[in-house]
Nanobody, 121 residues
């Protein structure tokens, strides 16, 4: 069973930065791909960024060039560095474990409790 615990959210002004962390537990974690999703009020959950076990990454179009996903397998921790934040980045951010199939990330049904990010204008 994989357990995921996110942290690092908060309130920040537009243009600011935040770094999210996701501490994971589970015997197969280091071999899994990982991802960050977000869900804003009234909207569907969307993929923000994903990273393969070997380090390959992909990003949603709205965050390319501003967000960076990384992982430290030794610490079983996933990170999301968010720069140049915009009010439209406001959402609950969730950590996810999954796999790549044909170059596309597919998440397993393992989710953390989420961490709120609020960007003021």
């Amino acid at each position: 069973q994989v357990q995921l615990v996110e942290s690092g959210g908060g309130l920040v002004q537009a243009g600011g930065s935040l770094r999210l962390s996701c501490r994971a537990s589970g015997s197969t974690l280091t071999s899994n791909a990982m991802a960050w999703y977000r869900q804003a009020p009234g909207k569907q959950r969307e993929l923000v960024a994903a990273i393969a076990s070997g380090g390959r990454t992909n990003y949603g179009d709205s965050v390319k060039g501003r967000f960076t996903i990384s992982r430290d397998n030794a610490k079983a921790t996933l990170y999301l560095q968010m720069n140049s934040l915009k009010p439209e980045d406001t959402a609950v951010y969730y950590c996810n474990s999954g796999t790549y199939i044909g170059g596309t990330y597919h998440g397993y049904n393992y989710w953390g409790q989420g961490t709120q990010v609020t960007v003021s204008s």
